[in-house]
């Protein structure tokens, strides 16, 4: 950055969690994550419910289905370097008609209650990748150098 004009050298990283006035603030999740300086990014792709092994796990269990793809989540962010306090974005894919209350009791028991909870975007959708998917997350995790 130090050879572009104008461009502020920055020598740490920092993450603002913002809820801006006039926009709904909820505990479970923050309006807008700022990231500035010297970051290392993890990007994790969608998981599902897939074991080590590739078998599906909790089939027709949408709790059961939450808890397989946060621990998947919990090793994905672990070999990018980076934990589950430092996620400031989710996505969240649900299959239609399935119960959104009992997947996210299911995430609140898996993943706590974090002070600084990240931006989050859920959806239902039609299907998943296989028809015995309820659930998919992905997620982009920040962590300042």
């Known amino acids: 950055m130090a050879d572009q004009p104008g461009a502020a050298e920055h020598?740490?990283?920092?993450v603002r969690y913002v809820d801006p006035e006039g926009l709904h603030k909820n505990p479970a999740f923050t309006n807008v994550v700022v990231v500035?300086?010297?970051?290392?990014?993890v990007h994790?792709?969608?998981?599902?419910?897939v074991d080590g092994s590739g078998n599906i796990v909790?089939?027709?269990d949408v709790a059961a289905q939450t808890e397989q793809v946060l621990a998947n989540l919990?090793?994905?962010?672990?070999?990018?370097?980076?934990?589950?306090?430092?996620?400031?974005?989710?996505?969240?894919?649900?299959?239609?008609?399935?119960?959104?209350?009992?997947?996210?009791?299911?995430?609140?028991?898996a993943w706590g209650n974090?002070?600084?909870p990240?931006?989050?975007t859920m959806a239902f959708v039609a299907g998943l990748a296989?028809?015995?998917?309820?659930?998919?997350?992905?997620?982009v995790a920040v962590v300042p150098l």
């Open 36 to 41: 500035e300086g010297p970051v290392k990014t």
């Open 114 to 116: 974090p002070t600084r």
């Open 118 to 120: 990240p931006a989050i």
């Open 74 to 109: 919990r090793a994905a962010l672990a070999a990018g370097g980076a934990g589950p306090e430092q996620v400031v974005k989710w996505n969240l894919l649900v299959v239609e008609g399935e119960s959104l209350e009992a997947g996210f009791s299911a995430f609140r028991r």
């Open 58 to 60: 909790g089939k027709g």
């Open 44 to 49: 994790v792709g969608g998981q599902n419910a």
């Open 130 to 139: 296989n028809p015995d998917y309820l659930v998919e997350m992905d997620a």
């Open 11 to 14: 020598t740490t990283g920092s």
